[in-house]
């Protein structure tokens, strides 16, 4: 079992459909995130959860609903949605404070490749 | 303003030679981390490496070594003896503050090609 998984790993959907991915940490951490990688553009940060508590929300429109019901879940729930949210959607955790040390590196799944038509 | 600037969009290295990929960041805060991530074909990011501000020695893991020139606000990443297995998109990643607390600020990327 690797340490972060997503599913599915691929995803079309239509503007009018509502779907969501799925993402599962089995590291024990305490915070887990959802970020955006579009074609020649940095990753970006879209929601954050600590302790199942959303402390971010990065502007993202409401088409994008994220839920986390514990510690070890996240999903994104997704519905009509624009051709341009056609992207790479990436899951991550990390440990913050306590064990989590100075560094509190990300750890990524594979990410949910998601086209939009 | 970028915070993290990554100036060569892609790069090739030969085989068994080293290569330093560059990162530029810009940071007001006192305290942060710098991270670099490689991200193969398959998608996942993988966490390679980490420099803190406070830290004197560049940080070093097999062959993957951090230049962190701090006056210069630079954190090239230098990875020895290349392999075809490096071939990937890296990215140069900073978190502002002190601890583990807080987000990463990634760079648009560099993508590492190994000719054999």
């Known amino acids: 079992e690797t340490g972060v998984t997503q599913t599915p790993r691929h995803l079309v959907m239509g503007m009018t459909n509502k779907k969501s991915l799925k993402c599962e940490q089995h590291?024990?951490?305490?915070?887990m995130y959802w970020y955006k990688q579009s074609a020649k553009k940095p990753l970006e940060l879209m929601f954050v959860y600590n302790f199942k508590e959303q402390t971010e929300n990065n502007s993202v429109p409401s088409r994008f609903s994220p839920e986390c019901p514990n510690s070890s879940h996240l999903f994104l729930h997704l519905h009509t949605l624009q051709p341009e949210d056609s992207a790479l959607y990436l899951c991550?955790?990390?440990?913050?404070?306590?064990?989590?040390?100075?560094?509190?590196?990300?750890?990524f799944g594979e990410g949910s490749r998601l086209t939009v038509l | 303003a970028q915070k993290i600037t990554q100036t060569q969009p892609g790069m090739f290295v030969q085989e068994k030679e080293a290569v330093t990929l560059d990162c530029t960041y810009d940071t007001s805060d006192q305290s942060y981390g710098l991270f670099w991530y490689k991200q193969p074909s398959s998608g996942e990011m993988i966490f390679l490496i980490y420099q803190g501000s406070y830290d004197e020695q560049n940080a070093t893991e097999g062959r993957y070594s951090l230049n962190f020139q701090k006056a210069r606000k630079s954190a090239n990443l230098v990875i020895s003896a290349s392999q075809l297995g490096d071939s990937a998109m890296y990215f140069c990643a900073m978190r502002e503050g002190w601890g583990s607390q807080g987000n990463l600020i990634f760079g648009k990327g560099t993508k590492l090609s190994v000719k054999p």
């Open positions: 991550a955790s990390s440990q913050v404070g306590g064990t989590g040390g100075r560094t509190g590196e990300l750890f």
């Open positions: 590291l024990g951490h305490n915070a």
